[in-house]
């Protein structure tokens, strides 16, 4: 039910990080995998690692900040493998600042990359995923999804817009055998989450004091959640939003 043998998965911003860690569950499970990303050195050294788990990858560089760098990195990606089954739209970047002091090209820097690009990548994918008879679509949000802060207006738009974009896509595309669902992490030690921390006076303190489970979550702790979502196993899921954040969402 877990098998992702003969599945193609895109992963954007997949050369490191949370994307990373996700490709490589899908790949234990058994997928071919493309990543992408900005950073070369990055892509290449993440390419060979799901490579040496006896599974087909490929690396696209390119930029998803413009409508136009998401239909070049779909084309590429279909070039590689020749189909797509399953994608996660994971790439992302912050912008934490005050809303006064927000300026209009970090706001839609964010949302282009955070938002537009699932959009468009998912846009591109349907297609494909369409003619091969369904797909899994997979988006990940954050806990600003659900919270407001007072650094994260754009950050927190696009990934509050992320969960409603899936609820759209999930019934649009629901008779395609499509299932589309958003993962929304805790705090993860990533580059981003490192980058948090040394922004957010007191964050480090207030996420092990907040998480239930009294830590930071790691990378790999969101393999699982893919693999299900990515999987038979979810074949009837679609349009919802699973935090993965040790108990940070429910904790009084
Ligand atoms: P990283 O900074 O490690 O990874 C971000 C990824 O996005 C990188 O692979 C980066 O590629 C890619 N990326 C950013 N901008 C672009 C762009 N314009 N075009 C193409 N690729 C781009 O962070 P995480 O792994 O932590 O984040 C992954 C996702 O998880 C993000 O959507 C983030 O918002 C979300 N998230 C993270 C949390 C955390 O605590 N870490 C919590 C909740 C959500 P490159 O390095 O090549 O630019």
Redesign the pocket.
Known sequence: MFKLDGRVALV??????????MARGLAQAGADIVL????AT??DAARAEIAALGRSAAFI?????TAE?CAALMEGAMQAFGRIDILIN?????ARRRPEDLSIEEWNGVI???LT?AFVCSQKAYPFMQRQGGGKIIN?????SLFGTSFGAA?GAS?GGLVQLTRSLAVAWAADNIQVNAV??????????Q??RAQIGGLDERVTTRTPAGR??D?ADLAGVAVFLASAASDYVTGVSIPVDGGFSIAG
């Open positions: 954007t911003g997949g050369n490191g990080g949370i994307g990373l860690a992408t990303g900005r950073d990055k892509g560089m390119g930029d998803l900040g760098g994971n790439a992302g970047i912050a282009a990359t955070n690009s990940i949000g954050s806990m600003l950050y990934k929304l992490p805790g705090w993860i030690a990533t580059e981003m989450g980058a948090a930071w979550g990378p």
